[in-house]
């Protein structure tokens, strides 16, 4: 009986909460502007003709510590961003929650691991996350040059923390970003994505 | 003085790095491998359960983790002969706030496996049943975990006593999905951004839907509930991922505590 009070106070809060428009792959995807550990403001329509990569971090969830102490998320940011696309990761982690980190924090933590985004959007606000209804950290979005999203999902193929699935792993983004730049279809489109839920405030 | 304590710390690192025990306790959950009988008879199928218990507020999850986390996996070493069933899983528990919705377990739970066993065992000896178990148990943060698990029976040629953990295998089997009841009905319509479940069946007036195959509905969206003449209808709001309108709904339907009910329901369209 009680579980049923809590229903409508979810019910509530869900609504208030779930963005009125969200990403959907084959659709435009949602214009946003945001700003990044250099105080520099990026929104997604000044991209319009190139590929636009979102990759939703945090630095604590073992999922995205199996993609940087490998080595891997950094080399596919330098490898696209090398063909020209903007890759622009996102934390969308509220203060006080894993992976929230100031300007300064992520500048270090950007050099520290040698990334190599094209920028990196600080969302403490959770604005651009709950836009795109990101879920989990990491959580891929590929926007085309038209604007279209063309995959929503996971990195890869692995749903698992463990390290050894790193190499052999299909990466979906790298497949689907090698597809459309042949100008064949994206052949996976959206995948569950798997990693640690996306630390919104409460 | 520093080398003092050196010493006792190595000690401790070989007691709990090495060799497999039956339980293991870890950061944030205690995980065992139980048996439901204290001896394995030949022939006959022997129950094995993985019972896990949390910290309190963290929790695991369940076979379709929900929008994040990951289920615990199990790999078996089993003598030859031996066949392990998958998990049976409990109905799971919604978890999380907002707009990150998962399924699984911050109660203790006891995930129980079948294994079919050979008639050739030897009255006598003994077997060694080891598993191998992965997790993410989660709170605010995930913390992965990987344990080593082993248990050792005799082999008998008549049933085996009830082991000190039977209870946990009762409770696991109230809390398993039952088919639905033969007077029960269960229909699924796709409309353009929600499934519509109606369900007629006796005394039901309340009902919660846990899909088994993620990127159907959208867990974190409300499932608005109407009570009908017999039964009531759920609207479960389609998932964003969702591209192909799938052929069948599957899930775990919740209709109070412990009334939990295995559905597959085909998709219609409407006319």
């Known amino acids: 009986m009680k579980r049923f009070g809590l229903w409508i106070a979810i019910a509530v809060?869900?609504?208030?909460?779930?963005?009125?428009?969200?990403?959907?792959?084959?659709?435009?995807?949602?214009?946003?502007?945001?700003?990044?550990?250099?105080?520099?403001?990026?929104?997604?329509?000044?991209?319009?003709?190139?590929?636009?990569?979102?990759?939703?971090?945090?630095?604590g969830c073992p999922y995205v510590r199996k993609q940087y102490n490998s080595g891997n998320m950094q080399k596919l940011q330098k490898e696209w961003t090398a063909r020209g696309v903007v890759w622009l990761t996102v934390i969308s982690s509220a203060p006080g929650m894993q992976g929230y980190v100031t300007a300064e924090q992520e500048n270090a933590y950007l050099k520290q691991m040698s990334a190599a985004p094209t920028a990196a959007l600080l969302d403490p606000t959770g604005k651009l996350g709950h836009l795109y209804d990101a879920k989990t950290s990491p959580q891929m979005f590929i926007i085309d040059p038209s604007g279209v999203l063309i995959y929503d999902g996971a990195i890869d193929n692995q749903p698992t923390p463990d390290p050894a699935s790193v190499a052999g792993a299909t990466n979906y983004v790298s497949q689907a970003l090698t597809e459309a730049m042949a100008g064949k279809s994206v052949s996976v489109e959206t995948s569950r994505p798997y990693g640690c839920s996306v630390k919104y405030a409460n | 003085m520093a080398l003092r304590w050196k010493i006792p710390c190595a000690v401790l690192l070989l007691a709990t790095g090495f060799g497999s025990s039956r339980s293991a306790e870890t950061e944030h959950l205690k995980v065992q491998l139980v048996s439901d009988t204290n001896s394995v008879e030949p022939g006959r199928p022997l129950w094995v359960g993985l019972y896990f218990e949390m910290e309190k507020q963290w929790h695991i999850y369940w076979r379709n983790p929900g929008d994040s986390g990951e289920p615990p996996r199990v790999r078996w070493n089993l003598p030859v002969g031996f066949q392990a069933g998958g998990i049976e899983w409990p109905g799971p528990a919604r978890l999380g706030s907002g707009s990150v919705i998962d399924y699984g377990y911050e109660e203790p739970v006891l995930l129980p496996v079948e294994i079919q066993t050979p008639r050739s065992l030897a009255a006598g000896s003994s077997v060694m049943v080891a598993a191998q178990v992965s997790w993410l148990v989660c709170r605010d943060i995930c913390v992965p975990g990987k344990r080593d698990l082993t248990l050792s029976l005799p082999v008998q040629a008549t049933p085996g006593s009830l082991s000190a953990s039977h209870a946990l295998f009762q409770a696991a089997k109230l809390r398993a999905p039952k088919p639905l009841p033969s007077t029960w009905n269960v229909d699924v319509i796709s409309k353009k951004d929600r499934f519509v479940l109606t369900i007629h069946g006796d005394g039901v007036t309340k009902a919660s839907f846990f899909p088994l195959e993620a990127d159907q509905i959208d867990n974190a969206a409300p499932q608005v509930m109407a009570l009908l003449p017999g039964g009531l209808e759920l609207t479960l709001k389609k998932s964003d991922q969702l591209l192909k309108t799938p052929g069948t709904l599957e899930g775990v339907l919740e209709v109070a505590p412990s009334r939990v009910y295995g559905i597959s329901a085909l998709v219609r369209l409407p006319h």
Request: proline share 4%; charged share 15%; aromatic share 10%.
């Open chain 1, 13 to 59: 809060a869900a609504a208030l909460t779930l963005p009125a428009w969200a990403a959907r792959v084959g659709e435009k995807a949602p214009d946003f502007t945001a700003t990044d550990s250099n105080g520099v403001s990026h929104n997604l329509s000044q991209y319009a003709g190139k590929y636009v990569v979102l990759e939703w971090h945090n630095n």
